[in-house]
């Protein structure tokens, strides 16, 4: 076929498809080395990788395996990145060669042959002159229609080699049947030129270790009677989903004993670790067990590789294909040789692999197959010239047109960015191009209409999800426009979402400048959401508040502890212009409202006028941002002190196991989800376990991410069919799910830095918030001891009071009216505790003339002049917890209220009766209970919810911390969380206060 191509000297390009271990480099390696009337030859692969691979392959190594001594006039082979190709055709001279580069390096010596003022402006042409014949590898990527256009430009004969039946490059190399050669891979089985395919599946446990367990039973037992007999060492291909996957897997297998090498693109190459960047060369690392996540889908050759184990799985058959085509080789054609998929059921591997069998044996030898490129085509070509629809005539829209962007129907929507040092214009658009191949889109088109601005359009194929196991094709059309200029980066994608490559290059506009765009004195606020900076577990976590105008609404209380997220709001212009604009602070999106699409020209005056506005430095937000907490630009170096996990409404979607080796989930319940940080680090107890966590903050991209093997272990399921599982690290790291306290006072939240603008600390003495009233110092508290009582008293057996000293008894005060109540003024009618159990307090006090009630909480904690907010954080959860019961409107349904006649008893501590403290009317628990609704639900009655710290607190030393300028961590975590829990109090109409030692 390829000769036959050759002597045609046809435009078109030819097609050679073989499954990966037939022989498909070697061909490769005979038509660039041996054809006659071919001297020089340009060998393009996807990767640095896989250029490295083939020139070691056609130097040398494809002639070693095949018995052949490389003789004298073999053609050097040269690999070259774009600023070196005239370099490498100026070495070789008038020899023949075989030249190597990647993609991208060919693309940009194609861009740079139209920039005259590039330093290797001519290298294109040099190239174009100095070779015969150009030889895709791995055509079967979705090739970009610059890097296509790259490749046609040259004018040569050119041949795509693909191991995979999922095409979507036909058109754009224009390859007919006639030049196509397909060998099919049960014809390859049949011949024994690959292996057949066995899978074991197997059920194992969520966790690493698990799974690792299952897999070495398997490879160190079973497996060695069934690996292929023309393997004596066999190597395991290891396949999980993330960096920290790859991480506890390999640690697993190198604690059994086992050589492992680990490759991900979040790690650096380092022999020692035997952990890589970079794929090393299977030849001189001869590592049993290759842990990965994408880097051996495609590339990898050793025959040795012959067991596959599959922790997580691909995203889509066609990966899985390839993945498995890496254990495929059977270079010396030995019959009845198999390879092996060692997966779990639930991934249904099997299924998907069975799938691509049959659709192979379904396209016979000269099948042409359509790619989802080819069926948008043939879609689109079928459709009317002209059509009337949705009430307007119009003419057929073709992808195909340079000027297809002036057919573009623009929202006036983008999200800004300020591109970091390290950002690439060129790197976003290939890494762009890169990401919608992965995901399945077909790119179409692309173009650059002016400088800084390039425009990707883009067909979404997909089968109608109304259908199981058959296809009904869908087609959506997208598009992407980014535009560089003056600074700034405008982006807006479609279908919503963002490249990661933008996302580590480039910083969302700091929500400061986004304030410009709704100036003082000409803007009316319609409509604002707020997230809150409380670090409360019970708190609210956002809020909306929608009005004519907003800025005429009464402050809430809380409102210096909310930041801004979105914003709606009216802007006068001049000259009875309005302008509706929506602004998303925490993702740097910026959407005109009232405006239909427009026109792309249009659309890039609207961006320029947006980037003019942004600049106006002299220009201030609408005053109304002045009720609300700060955004704070990010330090160079923050020092968190404390962290609250969100893990509000999604922790019962998380489970655990009880067990390696089993499916039994286990709830995940974290002890607390507050802790300190010292040095970086912190720890959780997660289902009785402690587990170690390390916080690293990015520098570059301006972001805190969590880092722990046991947060890495711990799963949640997505769906009742997924077949992904989505650890809660990834989890908390993805969403930012975690709230921490920098030691300079500000607050990192949903991945940025604020700061109230109301001081809550310093010598400042008015316009501060005054928290320290808040705090009541009583002496008695000061000899506090215990909490409850002392374990295993040596000599306290009284079963009608507490321990001496301890902070129940303080607060029962049975014999005699404690100071705590006398402080306050407050004679209790009833006096319950109310602890253990589902409770709604340590205690429950009643005062019936006049009306009073106040749930106490007890926390005790040994004397110290710090000031513990750890201990407090507890204690004000389970305060916040419990406020709905003070609520008049309250209809909830308490705990049997039988309790109360009971006794309190704890092991080891002791046995107190009767709970029911003091009862002077002798109620019943029901009665007790209705005589406490009463006197919330009277119209004068004081509702309180009071904290007692035993010896744990000291207000003068609370005070002594605030006044400095930069007091202690713990200290700022606990004016937080002492405002916030006020906030939450006073919002049901409660009274707030906390009692410690003076």
């Known amino acids: 076929m390829v000769e036959g191509y050759l002597a045609a000297g046809v435009l078109e390009a030819a097609l050679v498809r073989m499954p990966t271990g037939s022989g498909k480099t070697a061909i490769m390696a005979v038509v660039s080395q041996l054809l006659p009337n071919v001297r020089s030859v340009l060998i393009v692969a996807p990767w640095a990788q896989l250029t490295k691979q083939l020139k070691e392959e056609i130097k040398t190594r494809v002639w070693n395996k095949l018995g052949v001594t490389p003789w004298s006039a073999i053609k050097p082979v040269h690999r070259f990145r774009a600023a070196e190709a005239t370099k490498a055709i100026v070495k070789a001279g008038d020899a023949p060669t075989v030249y190597v580069c990647t993609n991208q390096s060919l693309e940009r010596l194609h861009a740079a042959s139209l920039d005259i003022n590039s330093s290797y402006h001519s290298s294109y042409f040099t190239l174009q002159n100095a070779i015969d014949l150009v030889l895709v590898d791995e055509g079967h990527r979705e090739p970009a229609p610059q890097w296509a256009k790259a490749v046609r430009s040259l004018g040569k004969p050119t041949i795509l080699f693909t191991a995979t039946p999922y095409r979507n490059d036909h058109r754009l190399f224009n390859i007919t049947n006639s030049h196509t050669y397909q060998f099919l891979h049960q014809q390859a089985v049949e011949d024994n030129f690959i292996r057949q395919v066995e899978f074991r599946e197997v059920v194992f446990g969520e966790t690493p270790q698990a799974f690792t367990e299952a897999l070495l039973h398997f490879f160190t037992g079973e497996f060695q009677l069934l690996k292929p007999s023309a393997v004596t060492h066999p190597r395991v291909i290891v396949r999980c989903a993330t960096s920290d996957d790859i991480r506890q897997v390999t640690a697993h297998l190198r604690s059994r004993g086992h050589s492992v090498v680990e490759m991900h693109d979040n790690f650096t190459d380092d022999d020692e670790q035997s952990s890589y960047r970079t794929v090393p060369d299977p030849v001189r690392n001869q590592a049993v067990f290759w ?5 051996l889908i495609e590339g990898i050759d050793d025959p040795a590789f012959c067991l596959l184990a599959i922790y997580q799985p691909l995203a889509n058959s066609r990966a899985l294909i390839q993945q498995v085509g890496r254990i495929l080789r059977n270079p010396s054609q030995q019959p009845n040789q198999r390879a092996y998929v060692f997966s779990h059921p639930r991934h249904k591997l099997r299924f998907k692999w069975k799938a691509y069998v049959t659709y192979e044996s379904l396209l016979g030898g000269d099948t042409h197959e359509a790619g989802p490129k080819e069926m948008f085509v043939e879609v689109s070509e079928i459709q009317n010239h002209l059509v009337y629809l949705d009430g307007n005539y119009r003419a057929r829209f073709s992808p195909d047109n340079p000027l297809f962007y002036d057919h573009l129907a623009f929202r006036l929507t983008a999200s800004v960015f300020t591109p970091a040092a390290s950002f690439s214009l060129a790197t ?3 890494e762009l191009a890169k990401e919608l191949d992965e995901d399945d889109y077909v790119l179409t088109n692309e173009a650059s209409p002016e400088t800084g601005t390039i425009i990707l359009l883009y067909a979404k194929c997909r089968t109608s999800p ?19 200029k003056d600074g700034w980066l405008f982006f807006y994608n479609t279908s919503g979402t963002t490249p990661t490559y933008l996302l580590e290059h480039a910083h969302r506009v700091s929500p400061e400048l986004l304030e410009r765009l709704l100036p ?8 604002i959401s707020l997230l809150n900076s409380d670090l409360g577990n019970f708190s609210v976590r956002r809020r909306s508040l929608s009005a004519r105008a907003v800025e005429d609404l009464a402050p809430g209380l809380a409102d210096y502890a909310h930041f801004c997220s979105t914003v709606s709001g009216t802007v006068d212009t001049g000259g ?19 405006s239909d699409p427009v026109h792309y020209q249009d659309y890039i005056s609207w961006l320029d006028a947006i980037a003019v506005e942004l600049a106006a430095s002299q220009t201030k937000g609408t005053a109304l941002f002045n009720r609300f907490a700060a955004y704070q630009p990010a330090p160079t170096n923050p020092q968190p002190s404390h962290i609250l996990l969100d893990m509000e409404n999604i922790e019962e979607e998380y489970v655990t196991l009880e067990s390696v080796g089993t499916d039994s989930p286990v709830v995940l319940h974290f002890d607390d989800t507050c802790a300190d940080i010292t040095n970086g680090r912190f720890e959780y107890r997660v289902n009785g376990s402690i587990i170690s966590v390390q916080l690293v903050y990015h520098s570059d991209r301006k972001r805190f991410e969590l880092v722990s093997s046991g947060l890495g272990q711990l799963h949640v399921q997505q769906g009742a069919q997924a077949t992904r599982r989505q650890s809660l690290l990834h989890f908390l790291n993805a969403k930012q799910a975690f709230r921490l306290v920098i030691e300079d006072g500000s607050i990192y939240a949903h991945g940025q830095f604020f700061k109230s603008r109301l001081p809550l600390w310093g010598r400042r003495t008015t316009g501060k918030i005054d928290l320290a009233n808040i705090l009541i110092g009583l002496p008695d508290l000061a000899s506090i001891t215990s909490e409850k009582g002392i374990k295993n008293h040596p000599s306290w057996a009284s079963t009608v009071a507490w321990q001496p000293d301890s902070l129940f008894d303080y607060i029962d005060g049975r014999q005699r009216l404690s100071s705590l109540f006398q402080s306050e003024g407050f004679r209790p009618d009833i006096l319950i505790c109310d602890d253990l159990g589902n409770e709604l307090a340590d205690f429950i006090a009643i005062q019936q003339n006049p009306p009073r009630v106040a749930l106490i909480h007890a926390k005790y904690k ?13 204690v004000c959860g389970q305060a916040v917890k419990n406020l709905g019961v003070l609520n008049p409107q309250w209809d909830g349904s308490l705990k049997s209220s039988q309790i109360w006649s009971r006794s309190w008893e704890l092991q080891d501590i002791g046995l107190v009766s009767p709970r029911t403290r003091l009862n002077s009317t002798s109620l019943t628990g029901q009665q007790l209970w209705r005589e406490i609704q009463k006197v919330v639900r009277h119209p004068a009655s004081s509702r309180e919810v009071w904290i007692v710290m035993g010896a744990g607190l000291s207000r003068q030393a609370f005070e002594r911390e605030r006044q400095k300028t930069k007091p202690r961590g713990e200290v700022i975590q606990f004016i937080y969380l002492l405002q916030s829990t006020w906030s939450s109090v006073s919002a049901i109409g409660g009274l707030f206060k906390v009692f410690c030692r003076p």
Not at 466 to 484: A, C, K, M, P, S
Not at 576 to 594: E, K, M, P, S
């Open 291 to 295: 842990v990965h996540q994408n880097k």
């Open 428 to 430: 976003l658009h290939n």
């Open 466 to 484: 109304l259908l199981f196991d058959q296809t009904f094709l869908e087609f959506n059309l997208g598009y992407v426009i980014i535009r560089q």
């Open 520 to 527: 003082e004195g000409n803007t009316r606020v319609s409509q």
């Open 576 to 594: 009875q212009v309005f302008r509706r604009r929506y602004i998303g602070f925490t993702r740097g999106r910026i959407t005109q409202l009232t």
């Open 862 to 874: 040994s004397a110290s002049d710090r000031v513990s907010a750890s201990a407090f954080h507890e």
